[in-house]
């Protein structure tokens, strides 16, 4: 388990990562799983970790790989293989597709819930995390804005900023 860190939480930090970590999530699986073999269970998912919860929470995204047959040093090299590899893809990103991706994402958020209990967990979530409860529409405003200039800011200043030093399991 590898731990990028983000930025604190705000709707332009989740507009990004949600940008992020759906473009990286079919490669690195792709890559990392199907082809490289590495390990049965490959993901990258956001989380928030810190002492407080809420809006004053450090994001950031957590990468998992878990095998039986490699040493997490060697996992760990293959994923920033991977990370330096996908840097020209995030480069080559036209405004077209950061705008097409965008708009998915968008569709997928204003989904109305299914379920009382989806609703509710949305409420819950946003009490619990100190968040307005337009959070949502906060986010979407701030994927409409998103440009392949600012991804590839993030994408810089998040995974390549420096070795991955990330805690080994």
Not at 22 to 28: C, G, K, N, V
Not at 75 to 101: K, S
């Amino acid at each position: 388990i590898v731990h990028f860190q983000t930025d604190r939480m705000h709707p332009s930090t989740t507009a990004r990562m949600l940008w992020l970590r759906r473009y990286l999530h079919e490669p690195m699986f792709n890559k990392l799983r199907t082809t490289k073999q590495l390990g049965y269970i490959v993901s990258m998912s956001s989380s928030g970790f810190g002492p407080i919860r809420g809006m004053k929470s450090m994001r950031g995204f957590t990468a998992r790989v878990l095998s039986n047959r490699y040493s997490p040093p060697v996992m760990q090299r293959e994923l920033e293989i991977f990370l330096r590899e996908m840097e020209q893809r995030i480069a080559d990103l036209t405004e077209e597709e950061v705008e097409q991706r965008s708009e998915a994402i968008i569709a997928s958020l204003l989904d109305p819930p299914t379920s009382y209990s989806e609703e509710a967990d949305e409420y819950w979530g946003a009490i619990l995390d100190e968040r307005s409860f337009n959070w949502t529409d906060m986010v979407v405003d701030e994927l409409r804005k998103l440009s392949g200039d600012n991804l590839r800011a993030c994408y810089n200043n998040w995974f390549l900023n420096s070795p991955i030093q990330g805690a080994r399991s």
